[in-house]
């Protein structure tokens, strides 16, 4: 009989024993009634302890699969007791069925920057991300080789809220933006996708009615649907969400929640005046709702006057406010952070515990140190992002002039475009995609698909001002095919 172990694995001996023995009883080689050798004669020729082959023949002996006979040694169990031993031949396990009911159909594919085995060579006009270069390499490489051993020691668990001494840097930061928060009202999270949930898993039951722009963010639908929570649309125009229609949701529908994004929006880039922000606060006051203000791009303002926040108008302590753009200043770190009133810490905190016992407290340390400078690296970021911005709407001037009507954004990260001719996204989708370049049709911003079907969102800071060109060189040939 042979049986062969290995030495160097990280499995114990005697279950190796146990199982090459195992597999050979229930293969047949060894049928029942075959006699096993002896503890002392397979320990000889393993070169093993006795007492390491007696554990694997006890172990056979407790399952079944062995059994003592007098004067003959251990030999294989009859077949009637190794098939008493439960072995189901059952169907593969449906896991479709087992799924919760609420999970999204969110793919992220769609958002990555790195295309599908499938897909190499395509222009992928629909991340929303900047690309990973614009991570403070050097920044980084100086922290690290400057931190000491006791400093290094010291930066374990993070906590659930986050590293007091980061929470008292962006409290600090706040204060230029007219945000008076303690650093007991900040919440550190990873990322502002992470805060949506926080917030909803807070303050939704099965049912409850969330208003919120339409079309809108992807990520916080699909959390609102997670929760089971109910959508009310509110269309957006270019300045911004329609504040006639949300009375009328408050005064007749009595939503649990409000959901905005005021500075360039994602996705059409409109941005709310000052008069119609002070309008939503006002109406948020009178009817009781509170306002989850998401905003991952009020820094990158490329021209035009900076508006205040929805959290800096508000005076009553009614704005939950998520300051995204944090992971796109430091990508990688998976660092933002939510605003929160004081009452309302009390059940975040616990909750965020339960998700997420901490962040990592070397990131939340790295982003401490890094967030001084974080004036001068957005300046540059804006710069960059800028000319990004010019290419992207100088290319469709010159390619899709007449194909498609748009609006040049003073902001943000997109174009929001749509098509003339009564052409249909998913139509252009399939030439595009035969053309090399991909891009998100605007009714995945809607609620169930119901919008948007003349609209696309094209992404111009993932890439640089030659890629850019190309992509909508692409796209245009593309809605050219499909106008014919």
Avoid at 6 to 17: F, G, M, N, T, V
Avoid at 91 to 113: A, C, G, M, N, V
Avoid at 461 to 480: N, P, Q
Wanted: glycine share 8%; charged share 25%; aromatic share 8%.
């Amino acid at each position: 009989m042979l049986i062969r172990i290995e030495r160097d694995s990280k499995i114990a001996l005697h279950r190796q024993i146990r199982r090459k023995l195992q597999e050979l009883i229930l293969s047949g080689v060894l049928p029942p009634g075959a006699r096993l050798p002896s503890t002392r004669e397979l320990a000889r020729s393993l070169e093993v302890n006795r007492s390491t082959v007696v554990a694997a023949y006890r172990q056979l002996w407790s399952e079944g699969l062995v059994e003592g006979r007098r004067g003959g040694g251990t030999v294989v169990s009859a077949s009637e007791q190794i098939d008493a031993i439960p072995r189901i031949q059952a169907e593969p396990l449906s896991w479709e069925e087992q799924y919760s009911k609420t999970l999204t159909p969110y793919d992220p594919e769609l958002f990555t920057d790195q295309p599908s085995s499938h897909e190499q060579g395509v222009i992928r006009l629909c991340p929303g991300n900047p690309p990973d270069d614009l991570f403070p390499a050097e920044a980084f490489r100086r922290l690290a080789s400057s931190i000491s051993l006791e400093e290094l020691s010291s930066l374990r668990w993070g906590t659930a809220q986050g590293m007091i001494e980061l929470r008292q840097a962006i409290s600090e930061r706040l204060v230029l933006e007219g945000i008076d928060a303690a650093p007991s009202q900040i919440l550190v999270v990873t990322g502002g996708q992470q805060a949506i949930y926080l917030i909803a898993r807070s303050l939704l039951r099965p049912g409850d009615i969330v208003a919120t722009e339409m079309p809108t963010y992807l990520g916080a639908q699909y959390v609102f649907q997670t929760c089971e929570a109910r959508i009310a649309a509110i269309p957006v125009e270019e300045g911004g969400l329609r504040l006639d229609i949300l009375e009328g949701i408050l005064k007749r529908q009595h939503p649990k929640l409000i959901f905005v994004c005021p500075t360039f929006h994602n996705p059409t880039t409109a941005t709310m005046s000052l008069d119609q922000r002070k309008s939503l606060i006002t109406l948020a006051h009178r009817y009781q709702v509170p306002i989850l203000e998401f905003d991952p791009y009020s820094p990158f303002r490329f021209e035009g006057e900076p508006l205040p926040t929805l959290r800096a108008l508000d005076t009553q302590n009614h704005v939950l406010y998520v300051f995204a753009a944090a992971t796109t200043l430091f990508p990688g770190l998976r660092v933002a952070w939510l605003v929160i009133p004081p009452r309302v810490r009390h059940t975040l905190v616990p909750l965020k515990w339960v998700v997420d016992t901490g962040i990592g407290a070397l990131g939340q340390w790295a982003v401490h140190k890094l967030l001084p400078g974080d004036e001068a690296r957005l300046g540059s970021l804006r710069i960059r992002f800028a000319s990004r911005r010019d290419a992207m709407c100088d290319a469709l001037e010159a390619r899709c002039h007449g194909l498609l009507d748009w609006t040049k954004p003073e902001g943000g990260f997109f174009v929001w475009a749509q098509l003339k001719k009564g052409l249909l996204t998913e139509r252009v989708q399939e030439e595009a995609l035969a053309e090399g370049v991909r891009f998100l049709s605007g009714s995945s911003f809607y609620h169930e698909g119901i919008g948007g079907r003349r609209h696309m969102r094209l992404d111009y800071v993932g890439l640089s001002e030659e890629r850019i060109e190309e992509a909508v060189r692409r796209l245009g040939d593309a809605i050219r095919r499909c106008a014919c």
